[in-house]
T-cell receptor, first 113, second 113 residues
Framework: NAGVMQNPRHLVRRRGQEARLRCSPMKGHSHVYWYRQLPEEGLKFMVYLQKENIIDESGMPKERFSAEFPKEGPSILRIQQVVRGDSAAYFC???????????FGPGTRLTVL | QQQVKQSPQSLIVQKGGISIINCAYENTAFDYFPWYQQFPGKGPALLIAIRPDVSEKKEGRFTISFNKSAKQFSLHIMDSQPGDSATYFCAARSSGSARQLTFGSGTQLTVLP
C-alpha cells in the first residue's frame, strides 16, 4: 500500500506565477489535510477536504490560495501570483476518517524567486 | 496565536542518554496528542500518541507523560541513539469537526556517538 504521494517534490516559481501542488492520498483515505511549514517552524494547518468538499479552510489565506479534492484524481493546492513569502514546504496528510491518524506525504518544497 | 508551545528548540544528548522534550497547550478542546519525528527532506512520521485520559504511554524507548491539569506533556527518549537525531514535533488534535493538528515549533535533537 503506497503512502501519501506528493508532486512535485521541488517547485521553483518566479514572483507572479502560479504554483500547483498535488497530493494523492493513501488508498482508502477520503480525508485530506494541507499544512505549510516555514523554515525553522512547525507545520501550520491550512485546509481540510473530503472528496469534492472543502470542510474547513480556516488556516488558508483568503486571497491567492485555493484547494480542491475532486471525485477523481489528486487533491490540488493552488497558489496564484506567488510571492517570496510563499516559499515553504507544503505537506499533505490523509486519513480514512477524522478520528484516525493522519499520514503525511514527503512534502513539496516551493521556492519563489 | 501559538496554541502549543514546545521546548527546547534544540537538544544535544550523548549516546545512551535520555532526551526530554516538553510541550504545553492552552486550548482545552484538544483530544489527542501525537508526537512526530521528521528527518531532513521528509514528511513528519507519527512516533507515539496519547489521549488525555491516560497519564503515561510507553512504546519501546519512547514514553509520553501527560499532565492534564497542568496542560503539559512531554516525550522521553531512553537510551538515545545517533539514529534518533531528527526534529521532533509535538501536536494536539482539535476535537472540532475538522480534527486538524496544531503543531509545536519543533525540537532539533542531536545524539552524539
Amino acid at each position: 500500500n503506497a503512502g501519501v504521494m506528493q508532486n512535485p517534490r521541488h517547485l521553483v516559481r518566479r514572483r507572479g506565477q502560479e504554483a500547483r501542488l498535488r497530493c494523492s492520498p493513501m488508498k482508502g483515505h477520503s480525508h485530506v489535510y494541507w499544512y505549510r511549514q516555514l523554515p525553522e517552524e512547525g507545520l501550520k494547518f491550512m485546509v481540510y477536504l473530503q472528496k469534492e468538499n472543502i470542510i474547513d479552510e480556516s488556516g488558508m489565506p483568503k486571497e491567492r490560495f485555493s484547494a480542491e479534492f475532486p471525485k477523481e484524481g489528486p487533491s490540488i493546492l493552488r497558489i496564484q501570483q506567488v510571492v517570496r513569502g510563499d516559499s515553504a514546504a507544503y505537506f499533505c496528510a490523509s486519513s480514512p476518517s477524522t478520528r484516525n491518524e493522519q499520514f503525511f506525504g514527503p512534502g513539496t518544497r516551493l521556492t519563489v524567486l | 496565536q501559538q496554541q502549543v508551545k514546545q521546548s527546547p528548540q534544540s537538544l544535544i544528548v550523548q549516546k545512551g542518554g535520555i532526551s526530554i522534550i516538553n510541550c504545553a497547550y492552552e486550548n482545552t478542546a484538544f483530544d489527542y496528542f501525537p508526537w512526530y519525528q521528521q528527518f531532513p527532506g521528509k514528511g513528519p512520521a507519527l512516533l507515539i500518541a496519547i489521549r488525555p485520559d491516560v497519564s503515561e504511554k510507553k512504546e519501546g524507548r519512547f514514553t509520553i507523560s501527560f499532565n492534564k491539569s497542568a496542560k503539559q506533556f512531554s516525550l522521553h527518549i531512553m537510551d538515545s541513539q545517533p539514529g534518533d537525531s531528527a526534529t521532533y514535533f509535538c501536536a494536539a488534535r482539535s476535537s472540532g469537526s475538522a480534527r486538524q493538528l496544531t503543531f509545536g515549533s519543533g525540537t532539533q535533537l542531536t545524539v552524539l556517538p
